[in-house]
Every structure is written in structure tokens, then in C-alpha cells.
């Protein structure tokens, strides 16, 4: 007979043992926890500097210039172009009027000259959004105290003209409407060039490739392409989109340069197709996932009915696929939409404050606008990155929703076969 | 009296009773287009392997430009403790001490959580709490990395500044942005840990939990163990993405190489060193931009290795469970 070598004493370890138990129990929740919450801090972070309290000094007041009670910003174009003449001096009026005639300035514009020129505005102070709203009274205080001229603001950087309007170098003027179309512009070009490659490259790898050295090469290939850090795709798409093929990018080859002296190879174009090889990998490998879901006796069906094998697959296989392809796909896209690496890489443009025009426009992209936006000293421009940064998550969030639409949508009908 | 033989009037056996118009289709491939689409697919699949050729040619025929360069030696580049492009100096140490750095603090973060939440997620927590959990990690995966560089500049810098004082904890900090890292990599480790986790057989658990061990006895003296190359290929995975992470640290960890250990200090990585100078206004041929050719091929070659070695881990794996 065995003898333990140690005699087992249950009942003094098993209290031992459980308390362990549940201490660690509650560790790995805590872990999860942790994880939760960074989130949260993160959102509420974004969402904190999105609108707030802030304390403006202007040269001129602002109440001082509105016409019959009503304030300057709301006055029309005309309006504002007299309160402009009646406060500046006769020849610097004339030199704007030189500059660009005050008949085709936008209301817009001219309420710009106003700021820039009569009300002069310098932030003394800003306050995130909770301060705002919980400590008014001390914030108050503190600027009797520390700033008596200046007027305290309540300021939502995130409005619906933010979304709407061009960038500009005012914080408060400037908008992301020209990112937005930028980021749209590139993306649609990955999409229109990973698409068709990713699918086609994931048929053929579940389709039709045997189980060769070659095909192994590419398998294996793909999965290390996946694992390869976006900045070198940035690198990469640098080196032979804008540089080797810059005649083609800057649309040099098909006569559509608008201005030859600065025209070069950082466009639109070759940002979108730089993006497009980054997110290949993930699309060959979710769609090769949704075609491997396919059961096989739709497969024998079609080629039992005498189908080819293009046949079966595209009037069986495909079908069946296609809403795990598109989930995959949306996915993959939506992680192209948020880089910036690359982007930064290419040359993505610092300021751009006119609409893309095509595929050989330069570019900016709202993930660019936000890390410029955030590398600046300035709190404003972190109000404007976090604005931006609530935009391109809801842009995102609608970008997977749709993949989950689809997916519920479809996926039930799939299930069913 | 010959008679001429009946002709069948059903086809038995061979084709040799087939209609000629038929058997001709049958013979010649029937749709021409097909062998255009195979030939489609195959190139679209081979295209990966031109991509990866692409990546591995423009870095090394750059970086020879860089390397020919008589101000540069390969040696004083490996083993240099000094990068300032103005006076000569091209050391990527400083560059790779800080990537390290920031590495080494991200994995800090990300593995003990990662692993404790994939410990949470699969042997402990209930259907309902999987399911409310689970999407809100994948949330956290899909936030693109320049938030969260805008995360570790505007809130997790303040708070280490807040807790350790303004003096010891510079503005820009290879701290701040490692921590966020280990954030931002977290959902990774977690998932591929639960992944190997739950790829373990129910009745080893059985078995382990029928000879008397507690739950945790079971998850941590069984369940981790038979799923530990997968927790490490997570592991490994997680460091190569750290490595690879770029706007978080160009963002938090400050500009300007400086070869140093504290963490508390700015010192630049080598992808926050390829994301500034890209943003200057260098001209094509000068050394300081055919520099960050260089630098990521070192990015490149770090990073590949780590896949290679996780994949082969994955894969040895998968075969012994099987």
C-alpha cells in the first residue's frame, strides 16, 4: 500500500483553498473590469473636452457692434460687411475690398474679418465639460478674481456647422468637412480595389488551390502580411505609389492636373491604394473564413447538376457567402478608415481647407486631422480633436453596425440551408 | 443473309453512343471565360506574395542608399548610442531602447489582465455577462490608435503627473504611452488567450475537478497549462504589435531620441521617429529621410520574426490537440 507522503489534512486546507478561490475569482473579474473601464475613461474623456466653459477676453465686446439688439454673429452678410466699414479705417476697409471683393465674400468669411479684426478674442481659460457643469459658481469666481474683462462663454465645439464647414486656422471656425470627404474619398477607392482582389485571392485559396508548396507559400505569406505594422504599408505605398508611380498618382499621365507647380504623387489616389494593400490580409482572411462555412453539399449540388466549377461557385458558393464576405470586408475597411500611419507616411496634407476635387487631389483624412489637431499646444485644438474624434467614432459605429445588420439579416438565411 | 446491325436505341456503356455535337462539347472545355477567371483569382492570390516582396525590395535597395552613405557605417548604426542626423551621428539604439521601453510597459499591462480576463471570460463568467463583456472588449479593439494616442496625452499623462509628481514625470513620457499600449493591445491578448483557453478539452476539467481541486485549481493547474503556447502566441503577438504601435507614441513618448531608461522621460520610438520626419519637409534624397528606410527595415525584421515564431507556436499546438 502507498502512504502518502505528506497525510492529507482536508478540512484545514479546503477553507484555505476556497478562500484562494474566490479571492482570485474576483482578481480575474477585476481584470475584466479594468478593461471596461479604460473604456469608459477613454469615451468619457473624448466626450468631456467635446463642450465647455471659457473665459474670452476681447479688444472690442461683442454687444458693443450688434445692430437693433441683434448680435453681430447673427446679423446678415451685408449687415455685417457695414459694421465692419464703420470700425476699421478707410484704407485698411479698401485694401480687403482689393484683396477679394466684399460681393463675393460668403457671410461666413466676412463674420471672420469681424473676429479677426474688431473683436480680437484670447482665451484666458478653458474648462472641460463636467467643470462646466458642476462647479459654475467657482469658475465664475475665479474669473472675477483672476480675469475681470473677460466674458465667460459656453462653447459646444461639437455642432452641426463643425461637421459642416472647411477647415480653418480660427479654433472656433474650423470644421472637418473637408476630412470627412477625404476620408470618404480614400476609402471608397480601398474598397473599390480590395474588394474584388481579396475575394478573388480567397476563392481561389479555398477553392481552387491545391495543397502545393506554393500555395502553402501564399497561405503562410498572407498570414505575416496580416501581422506586419501599418506604418511599413505607409512605407511601402511611399515608395512606389508616390514616388515611382507619380506620374500616375498626380494624374500627370491623363492630363488632369490642376496646377502643375505643385502636383505631386501624395494623393488621394495613391493614399487610397496604400490602404487598400494594408487591409488585403484581413479581407482574404475573413472572407476565406466565410467561404470555408459553406457546406459542401452546396457544392456538389451545383457540380452534380452539371455545373462548371466558376458555376457552382458563382451561382452557389458566393451567395451563401457573401454576407460573411461583406461582414468581413466592412470590418477590414473600418480599421482602414481609422489609420493613420500610413496616412502620415504618404503626406497627407497639414492644411487643406478646400474640398477634395477628385482622385488627384491632395489629401487630409479625419484620423489625420485629429492627430494634428492633437499635437498642437493649444487646449482649443484638443476640444476640436476630441469634436472630431466623437464624429469618426460615429462614422465607425455606423460603418459595424452595418456589418451586423447584414450579418442578422443574412446570416439567418445561410443558417437555414 | 447479312444483316446490318441494329443501331441501340439506348447508349450502353462508354460514350460511344453519345450524339458527336455532345460529346464534342464534353471534351473541349465548355466555357472559355473560365480559365480568364481562374487565371483572375490566382493572381489576386499571388499578389500578396509581390506585396510582401514589394515591402522587403523598397526597404532594402532605400536602405542601401542610406548605408552608402560615407557618413554611416552598419556597425555604428547597430550599436551607436546617439541618433542626431546634423552631426553624424545615426545610433539606433536610443530609438530601439525606447521602443523596447514602451513594449516592455505595454506588456506589463496587457498580459496579466489579458490573461486574467480570458481566465474571467471563459472559465468563470455566466452566458449573460460573456455576452454583455465580450462586445465591449471588441469595442475597445475597433477605437483606432489615434485616439488612443489622444487618451495617454490628455488623460493618462495628466494622471501620472497628478500621482507622481510634475517634477519626476515629464509632459511627454515613454510611461504614459507603454500604458496605453498595454490598453490598446489588451482586447488582442485577451481574445487569442480565451481562444486557447477554451480550445481545451471539457474533460480535463472534468477530470480535474472530479479528483477534488478547487475551480481555480482547475482553471490555473490545468486549463492554463494545456493552453499555454497559445497564451504565449498571444504573448508574442501582443509585443510585435507593440513594437508596431506608431500614433500612440508619436503622440506620448515625445520627439527626439534620447538614450535613456527612465520612463518618465520623453524619448523617441522608432515608429514616433518615421511618423516625425515624414511630417517635415525633408527633400527625398537627404540622408535624414533615406534614414527612416533603414529604421523600418530593423521594424520590419522585429516584427516578422515575432510572427513567424507565434504562428509556429499556434501551429505545433494545433497539432497536438488534434
Do not use: C
Not at chain 1, 74 to 80: I, N, Y
Not at chain 1, 400 to 409: I, S
Amino acid at each position: 500500500m502507498i502512504e502518502p507522503r505528506h497525510p492529507l489534512r482536508f478540512e484545514g486546507h479546503l477553507g484555505r483553498r476556497q478562500r484562494l478561490g474566490q479571492a482570485m475569482t474576483s482578481i480575474f473579474f477585476l481584470s475584466t473590469l479594468i478593461g471596461v473601464l479604460a473604456l469608459s475613461a477613454l469615451l468619457y474623456n473624448v466626450l468631456n473636452q467635446t463642450a465647455g466653459l471659457r473665459a474670452v477676453e476681447y479688444k472690442n465686446d461683442p454687444t458693443a457692434l450688434a445692430v437693433d439688439g441683434v448680435a453681430v454673429e447673427d446679423l446678415s452678410r451685408e449687415q455685417m460687411v457695414a459694421v465692419l466699414q464703420a470700425n476699421v479705417t478707410r484704407g485698411a476697409f479698401n485694401k480687403l475690398e482689393d484683396e477679394k471683393p466684399f460681393r463675393q465674400r460668403s457671410r461666413e468669411e466676412v463674420y471672420g474679418l469681424i473676429v479677426e479684426r474688431l473683436l480680437k478674442p484670447k482665451v484666458v481659460e478653458n474648462w472641460s465639460l463636467v467643470d462646466s457643469l458642476t462647479k459654475r459658481s467657482e469658475i465664475e469666481a475665479f474669473v472675477a478674481a483672476e480675469a475681470p474683462g473677460a466674458r465667460l462663454e459656453f462653447v459646444s465645439w461639437l455642432t452641426p456647422e463643425f461637421v459642416s464647414r472647411p477647415q480653418s486656422s480660427e479654433p472656433l471656425r474650423a470644421g472637418v468637412r473637408t476630412a470627412i470627404l477625404g476620408s470618404l474619398l480614400t476609402i471608397s477607392i480601398t474598397i473599390v480595389v480590395s474588394f474584388p482582389i481579396g475575394v478573388g485571392a480567397a476563392i481561389y485559396l479555398e477553392e481552387y488551390a491545391r495543397d502545393n508548396a506554393l500555395n502553402r507559400l501564399i497561405r503562410t505569406n498572407i498570414n505575416n502580411l496580416a501581422g506586419v505594422p501599418s506604418i511599413i504599408y505607409g512605407i511601402l505605398g511611399l515608395a512606389i505609389f508616390v514616388r515611382a508611380m507619380e506620374p500616375v498618382m498626380s494624374g500627370a499621365v491623363f492630363g488632369l492636373v490642376e496646377d502643375p507647380t505643385t502636383a505631386n504623387g501624395r494623393t488621394i489616389l495613391a493614399a487610397g491604394l496604400a490602404l487598400a494593400l494594408l487591409v488585403l490580409p484581413l479581407v482574404i482572411i475573413n472572407a476565406q473564413e466565410a467561404l470555408r462555412a459553406v457546406p459542401d453539399s452546396l457544392r456538389q449540388a451545383g457540380l452534380g447538376l452539371g455545373g462548371t466549377k466558376w458555376q457552382t461557385i458563382w451561382s452557389h458558393v458566393l451567395p451563401t457567402a457573401l454576407p460573411g464576405v461583406l461582414t468581413g470586408t466592412i470590418l477590414a475597411v473600418s480599421r482602414a478608415f481609422g489609420e493613420t500611419a500610413p496616412l502620415v507616411v504618404i503626406g497627407a496634407s497639414t492644411y487643406i481647407s478646400r474640398d477634395p476635387s477628385g482622385l488627384f487631389s491632395k489629401f487630409t483624412a479625419l484620423p489625420i486631422q485629429i492627430y494634428q489637431w492633437t499635437s498642437r499646444p493649444q487646449s482649443e485644438f484638443w476640444n476640436l480633436a476630441a469634436a472630431s474624434i466623437v464624429v469618426l467614432l460615429a462614422l465607425l459605429l455606423a460603418l459595424n453596425a452595418a456589418a451586423v445588420l447584414l450579418r442578422n439579416r443574412y446570416g439567418r438565411q445561410a443558417e437555414q440551408l | 443473309m447479312e444483316q446490318a446491325p441494329a443501331r441501340p436505341l439506348v447508349a450502353g456503356g462508354g460514350s460511344s453512343g453519345t450524339p458527336p455535337r455532345l460529346a464534342a462539347a464534353l471534351g473541349r472545355s465548355p466555357r472559355v471565360g473560365e480559365g480568364f477567371i481562374q487565371a483572375f483569382l490566382f493572381v489576386s492570390a499571388a499578389l500578396s506574395i509581390l506585396i510582401t516582396l514589394g515591402i522587403v525590395v523598397v526597404l532594402v535597395s532605400e536602405s542601401r542608399l542610406f548605408f552608402a552613405d560615407p557618413e554611416v557605417s552598419i556597425v555604428e548604426f547597430l550599436t551607436g548610442t546617439k541618433w542626431q542626423p546634423h552631426i553624424g551621428q545615426f545610433g539606433i539604439l536610443p530609438l530601439l531602447t525606447s521602443t523596447l521601453m514602451t513594449s516592455a510597459i505595454a506588456m506589463t499591462v496587457a498580459l496579466p489582465l489579458g490573461i486574467g480576463v480570458a481566465i474571467y471570460l471563459s472559465e468563470y463568467a455566466s452566458r449573460r455577462a460573456r455576452g454583455f463583456l465580450k462586445p465591449l472588449l471588441e469595442v475597445l479593439a475597433g477605437i483606432p490608435t489615434v485616439v488612443f494616442g489622444y487618451f495617454a496625452l490628455t488623460f493618462m499623462t495628466p494622471l501620472l503627473r497628478s500621482v507622481l509628481g510634475r517634477d519626476t514625470v515629464e509632459i511627454y513620457n515613454v510611461a504614459s504611452a507603454g500604458i496605453v499600449i498595454g490598453i490598446l493591445i489588451l482586447p488582442l491578448v485577451s481574445s487569442m488567450s480565451e481562444d486557447a483557453l477554451s480550445a481545451v478539452p471539457r474533460s480535463l476539467r472534468e477530470a480535474g475537478l472530479a479528483m477534488g481541486s478547487t475551480k481555480l485549481e482547475t482553471a490555473v493547474q490545468i486549463v492554463v497549462p494545456a493552453a499555454f503556447s497559445g497564451i504565449m502566441a498571444a504573448f508574442i503577438v501582443g509585443i510585435s504589435r507593440a513594437i508596431g504601435e506608431t500614433m500612440v507614441v508619436a503622440l506620448a513618448a515625445g520627439a527626439g531620441p534620447s538614450f535613456t531608461l527612465n520612463p518618465f522621460r520623453g524619448a523617441e520610438t522608432m515608429t514616433g521617429h518615421i511618423v516625425r520626419i515624414s511630417t517635415g519637409d525633408l527633400s527625398y534624397d537627404s540622408i535624414d529621410y533615406n534614414s527612416i528606410f533603414a529604421i523600418a527595415l530593423a521594424l520590419f525584421f522585429m516584427t516578422l520574426t515575432l510572427n513567424v515564431i507565434s504562428q509556429a507556436i499556434v501551429r505545433r499546438y494545433r497539432e497536438k490537440v488534434e
